[in-house]
Protein backbone atom coordinates (compact mmCIF):
# COMPACT_ATOMS: atom_id res chain seq x y z
CA UNK A 1 0.00 0.00 0.00
CA UNK A 2 1.12 3.64 -0.90
CA UNK A 3 -0.51 6.44 0.97
CA UNK A 4 0.69 10.38 0.33
CA UNK A 5 0.11 13.06 1.76
CA UNK A 6 1.18 16.45 1.93
CA UNK A 7 -0.42 18.12 -0.77
CA UNK A 8 -2.18 21.64 -0.88
CA UNK A 9 -2.15 25.29 -2.07
CA UNK A 10 1.81 26.86 -2.76
CA UNK A 11 2.59 30.21 -3.69
CA UNK A 12 5.31 30.52 -6.72
CA UNK A 13 9.01 30.08 -5.70
CA UNK A 14 7.28 28.54 -2.41
CA UNK A 15 7.76 25.34 -0.92
CA UNK A 16 5.79 21.69 -0.16
CA UNK A 17 6.81 18.98 1.42
CA UNK A 18 5.43 15.19 0.44
CA UNK A 19 4.89 11.92 1.91
CA UNK A 20 4.54 8.63 0.82
CA UNK A 21 4.16 6.21 3.90
CA UNK A 22 4.07 2.66 2.40
CA UNK A 23 3.50 -0.63 3.94
CA UNK A 24 2.98 -4.37 2.61
CA UNK A 25 6.06 -4.89 0.65
CA UNK A 26 9.92 -4.56 1.25
CA UNK A 27 10.66 -1.13 0.96
CA UNK A 28 13.79 -0.76 1.47
CA UNK A 29 14.82 -3.71 -1.58
CA UNK A 30 12.79 -1.28 -4.10
CA UNK A 31 13.55 1.28 -6.07
CA UNK A 32 10.74 4.27 -5.08
CA UNK A 33 9.30 7.13 -7.83
CA UNK A 34 7.53 9.98 -7.50
CA UNK A 35 5.28 10.77 -10.66
CA UNK A 36 2.87 13.26 -11.36
CA UNK A 37 0.04 15.00 -13.51
CA UNK A 38 -1.11 18.09 -14.25
CA UNK A 39 -4.65 18.74 -15.51
CA UNK A 40 -5.35 17.18 -18.85
CA UNK A 41 -2.07 15.59 -19.64
CA UNK A 42 -0.37 12.38 -18.98
CA UNK A 43 1.14 10.74 -15.95
CA UNK A 44 5.27 11.76 -15.85
CA UNK A 45 7.57 10.30 -14.09
CA UNK A 46 9.60 13.11 -11.82
CA UNK A 47 12.42 11.47 -9.91
CA UNK A 48 13.24 7.84 -8.60
CA UNK A 49 15.58 6.90 -5.77
CA UNK A 50 17.59 3.83 -5.45
CA UNK A 51 17.33 1.33 -2.46
CA UNK A 52 20.78 2.53 -1.20
CA UNK A 53 20.06 6.20 -2.17
CA UNK A 54 20.68 7.33 -5.29
CA UNK A 55 19.01 9.98 -6.98
CA UNK A 56 17.33 10.97 -10.26
CA UNK A 57 15.56 13.72 -11.63
CA UNK A 58 13.49 14.57 -14.68
CA UNK A 59 15.27 17.93 -16.08
CA UNK A 60 11.88 19.59 -14.90
CA UNK A 61 12.37 19.61 -11.44
CA UNK A 62 16.39 19.20 -11.18
CA UNK A 63 17.41 21.53 -8.84
CA UNK A 64 14.27 22.48 -7.58
CA UNK A 65 13.29 18.81 -5.87
CA UNK A 66 14.61 16.56 -3.40
CA UNK A 67 13.67 12.85 -3.36
CA UNK A 68 14.64 11.20 0.42
CA UNK A 69 13.79 7.75 1.40
CA UNK A 70 13.83 6.50 5.34
CA UNK A 71 14.26 2.65 4.86
CA UNK A 72 13.61 1.92 8.39
CA UNK A 73 10.17 3.33 8.61
CA UNK A 74 9.27 2.66 4.83
CA UNK A 75 8.48 6.20 4.18
CA UNK A 76 9.35 8.17 0.98
CA UNK A 77 9.90 11.98 0.74
CA UNK A 78 9.65 14.83 -2.07
CA UNK A 79 10.69 18.06 -1.04
CA UNK A 80 9.88 20.50 -3.51
CA UNK A 81 11.46 23.63 -3.75
CA UNK A 82 10.95 26.96 -5.90
CA UNK A 83 7.63 25.52 -7.26
CA UNK A 84 6.20 26.86 -10.35
CA UNK A 85 2.78 26.74 -11.43
CA UNK A 86 3.51 24.25 -14.00
CA UNK A 87 4.50 22.09 -11.49
CA UNK A 88 0.66 22.02 -10.23
CA UNK A 89 -0.60 18.20 -10.66
CA UNK A 90 -1.59 15.17 -8.67
CA UNK A 91 1.61 13.39 -7.11
CA UNK A 92 1.98 10.04 -6.52
CA UNK A 93 3.97 7.72 -4.86
CA UNK A 94 5.03 5.10 -7.13
CA UNK A 95 6.53 0.81 -7.33
CA UNK A 96 7.87 2.01 -11.05
CA UNK A 97 8.72 4.75 -13.33
CA UNK A 98 4.66 4.81 -15.30
CA UNK A 99 3.26 4.73 -12.23
CA UNK A 100 1.45 1.33 -13.12
CA UNK A 101 1.25 0.55 -9.30
CA UNK A 102 0.69 3.79 -7.69
CA UNK A 103 -1.22 5.63 -4.49
CA UNK A 104 -4.21 7.82 -4.69
CA UNK A 105 -1.85 10.32 -5.26
CA UNK A 106 -1.70 13.87 -3.38
CA UNK A 107 -2.32 17.00 -5.17
CA UNK A 108 -0.25 20.36 -5.75
CA UNK A 109 -2.09 23.23 -6.62
CA UNK A 110 0.98 26.43 -7.11
CA UNK A 111 -1.16 29.51 -7.49
CA UNK A 112 -1.03 32.94 -6.26
Known amino acids: QLVESGGGLVEPGGSLNLTCVTS????????MYWVRQAPGKELEWVAD???????YYGDDVKGRFIISRDNRKGILYLQLRAVKPEDTGMYYC????????RGQGTFVTVSS
Open 49 to 55: ISDVGSA
Open 24 to 31: GFSFDFHT
Open 94 to 101: ARDRYGNV
